[in-house]
């Protein structure tokens, strides 16, 4: 996927392999996935520092979580 916000800041995300070990809430600990990360990215940031930061804190607090499919179990982002 592809989002540019109001200000600019823009986020485009490649499926890759990754061993997150982190199972998504209710059966494990983690909270976020790239695709929530990045909404809430691109609703409270207006500079591409300001998302890596928010991302970043938010998967730390939370637990960040991958999907478990045939292409990869991790996501990179370009912000």
Known sequence: FGL???H???IAE???TARTGALARP???AL???DELSRVAM???TSARAAVELMGALAVEGGFYGEDNFEGTAESLIV
């Open 4 to 6: 540019l916000n109001e």
């Open 8 to 10: 600019g800041v823009g």
């Open 14 to 16: 490649s499926t890759c």
């Open 27 to 29: 059966r494990g600990k």
């Open 32 to 34: 976020w996935y790239t």
């Open 43 to 45: 609703e409270r940031t």
